[in-house]
């Protein structure tokens, strides 16, 4: 929603949360304060000389701006953002706190992809009449040691803003011959089968056809039951923020009909994939069943 980023857009703040650092990037690991599932905090490489060590939150997930920011993220940010002013008054013995945050090229923003900035103030620092400057990776390091021994002293305990829920979902692993049909997904950007959650009053079979039908176009003309999967590993914390405990209901089909027609408003992509040679990216409540499936199939 109100998108300015170009096409073929390296974001930079992407990388930070995912550890990387290559050429594409001025940031560094090393300037990491904090970094759990949801959000990741550093110091800026970007500075004003009277209010150096200033501190970025970001959400890990993609979001361009703050139209886009889920609730629950946006809660988490503004949580952490205490904390950080905080351990500000504490390390750097600052005068006072403020914060600021930037979207589409009118309100200023530069680097596409949400960021709260949070500041140490100071008296007449004139934070707003000086120019930006670049702070060295040095000195980087030294302001994020400082606020990482802080947190290790002091460790940040997250609000619990939503209780995990228990999910009862259905699922189809679709397959022909040596090759399963998996769908990307549009909020993860991982590969999965094909299921979703059952609705009340709904049989579980029901909504296994329902779903693989939604997601694929495609009508299981039998389905074979394969199991119930559930337990920690399928503890999942979905990119809005949404924690959920998962008991999927696992299907087999390889008889069906009808022609592939993907759900664009969830899914990227849809693709026959061989069983030896399945996308890295696999969303993480699949991989229970999905090696079961494979381990019966002699592929692993």
């Known amino acids: 929603m109100y998108n300015h980023k170009p096409d073929n857009y390296v974001c930079p703040f992407c990388l930070v949360a995912k550890g990387i650092e290559n050429e594409n990037i001025i ?26 060590g200033h501190v970025l939150i970001i959400p890990n997930e993609h979001y361009e701006n703050i139209y886009e920011l889920p609730p629950l993220i946006s809660a988490k940010i503004h949580d952490f953002e205490k904390e950080i002013a905080l351990a500000f008054k504490e390390v750097y013995k600052c005068d006072g706190v403020s914060s600021r945050q930037h979207n589409e090229p009118s ?7 949400y960021h709260l900035h949070v500041f140490p103030r100071y008296t007449k620092d004139n934070l707003y009449k000086t120019e930006k400057e670049h702070l060295s990776s040095r000195e980087r390091r030294d302001f994020a040691e400082k606020l990482r021994i802080y947190f290790s002293n002091k460790p940040y305990a997250p609000v619990q803003f939503q209780k995990p829920k228990q999910l009862c979902g259905a699922s189809v692993i679709l397959y022909k011959g040596r090759k399963i049909l998996l769908q990307q997904r549009k909020d993860n950007k991982c590969w999965g089968y094909h299921g979703g959650r059952v609705e009340l009053g709904e049989y579980v079979e029901q909504t296994a056809r329902r779903e693989l039908y939604e997601e694929t176009g495609l009508r299981a003309k039998s389905l074979q039951l394969f199991g119930v999967f559930s337990g920690p590993e399928l503890h999942h914390i979905y990119p809005d923020g949404n924690e959920v405990y ?5 299907y087999l089909c390889n008889d069906f009909s009808g022609t592939i027609n993907y759900q664009k408003e969830e899914c990227l992509d849809l693709q026959w994939f061989d069983f030896d040679k399945l996308p890295e990216a696999l969303s993480p ?4 069943a999905l090696r079961k499936f494979l381990r019966l199939q002699g592929s692993i």
């Open 107 to 113: 309100g200023d923003q530069d680097v596409w992809h």
């Open 285 to 288: 409540p699949i991989i229970p």
């Open 27 to 52: 940031s560094n690991q090393e300037d990491v304060i904090y970094h759990d599932e949801l959000i990741t905090a550093f110091i800026s490489a970007g500075c004003w000389k009277n209010n150096k």
């Open 246 to 250: 998962i008991i999927d209901t696992v």
